[in-house]
T-cell receptor, first 113, second 114 residues
Framework: DQQVKQNSPSLSVQEGRISILNCDYT??????FLWYKKYPAEGPTFLIS?????DKNEDGRFTVFLNKSAKHLSLHIVPSQPGDSAVYFC????????????FGKGTSLLVTP | KAGVTQTPRYLIKTRGQQVTLSCSPI?????VSWYQQTPGQGLQFLFE???????NKGNFPGRFSGRQFSNSRSEMNVSTLELGDSALYLC?????????????FGQGTRLTVV
């Protein structure tokens, strides 16, 4: 069963605007959440993470928001750039159970000029 | 600092054969995890090794196995290959320390079973 869900397979945004990628999870034991960016034929690249003790983490143009009660997190990219076009994966882990990352199926982001 | 290195990058095998994939983690990292990526199932966790011990295992059949050496390098083996094993196999390295689960991925090994 898919414990991490990214319900939007694709998203198209204009350059300079905000990109919002969403992720939902079902396992209340998850306490660490990560976002990865992936280009074809390459491994995922770590972007940003957040611990369940926080509700927001920022790193440059990337901000992740966590709503534990709704079991929902989102990644905001502001401003979006054409180089951000890639597939974005949300991942979650239960740090008490080791380091298995549970991934969503990804959202393909296209940033158009 | 060198990243995660996976070899080989591409592999073609015949059904019934076995295959071994290799992963060298980032220097100083003691945890190595393996993932399978397929178009239908996305990225799925296979297993994680820390200090030569399997610490966590996903829901894959026993044909999938792995090991980790004292230098933290890891190998993954798939026996009796099936067509459905065709996938991108990704290795991830992390410190393995509590509270830090950021994993850094290699470029993957593309396995094609014919």
């Amino acid at each position: 069963d898919q414990q991490v869900k990214q319900n939007s397979p694709s998203l198209s945004v204009q350059e300079g605007r905000i990109s919002i990628l969403n992720c939902d999870y079902t396992n209340s034991m998850f306490d660490y959440f990560l976002w990865y960016k992936k280009y074809p034929a390459e491994g995922p690249t770590f972007l940003i993470s957040i611990s369940s003790i926080k509700d927001k983490n920022e790193d440059g143009r990337f901000t992740v928001f966590l709503n534990k009660s709704a079991k929902h997190l989102s990644l905001h990219i502001v401003p979006s750039q054409p180089g951000d076009s890639a597939v974005y994966f949300c991942a979650a882990s239960d740090s008490n159970s080791g380091y298995a990352l549970n991934f969503g199926k990804g959202t393909s982001l296209l940033v158009t000029p | 600092k060198a990243g995660v290195t996976q070899t080989p990058r591409y592999l073609i095998k015949t059904r019934g054969q076995q295959v071994t994939l290799s992963c060298s983690p980032i220097s100083g990292h003691r945890s190595v995890s393996w993932y399978q990526q397929t178009p239908g199932q996305g990225l799925q966790f296979l297993f994680e090794y820390f200090s030569e011990t399997q610490r966590n295992k996903g829901n894959f059949p026993g044909r999938f196995s792995g090991r980790q050496f004292s230098n933290s390098r890891s190998e993954m083996n798939v026996s009796t290959l099936e067509l459905g094993d065709s996938a991108l196999y990704l290795c991830a390295s992390s410190s393995g320390q509590v509270g830090n689960t950021e994993a850094f991925f290699g470029q993957g090994t593309r396995l094609t079973v014919v």
